[in-house]
């Protein structure tokens, strides 16, 4: 079993930025691939970006990439989503997950709770 906690989520200006993380315990996340998804109000969860195991690959969402990126530190057991050029759309509730590297949500065994990030225009 994963446990994983997200923080670092909060309010900021559109333009301005914020860096997520994620802290896992219980088992190692060198195991898994870590992905990050988001959730807006009314709207399906969706993919934002994922990293492999070694950390050597990455795919991003179309709208985030060139202003978001994930991270990892496997020493640390976490790993991270920095966010620059925030725009309101991407206001939602950001969430980790550890599995396969893959843009499918059902590819992930494990899931946090989730830290609201809001946009302001």
């Known amino acids: 079993q994963v446990q994983l906690v997200e923080s670092g989520g909060g309010l900021v200006q559109a333009g301005g930025s914020l860096s997520l993380s994620c802290a896992a315990s219980?088992?190692?996340?060198?195991?898994?691939?870590m992905g990050w998804f988001r959730q807006a109000p009314g709207k399906d969860r969706e993919f934002v970006g994922v990293i492999s195991r070694s950390g050597l690959s990455t795919d991003y969402k179309d709208s985030v990439k060139g202003r978001f990126t994930v991270s990892r530190d496997n020493g640390k057991n976490t790993v991270y989503l920095q966010m620059n050029s925030l725009e309101p759309e991407d206001t939602a509730v950001y969430y980790c997950a550890a599995g396969r590297f893959s843009t499918r949500l059902y590819d992930y065994d494990y899931w946090g709770q989730g830290t609201q990030v809001t946009v302001s225009s």
């Open positions: 219980g088992r190692s996340i060198s195991s898994y691939a």
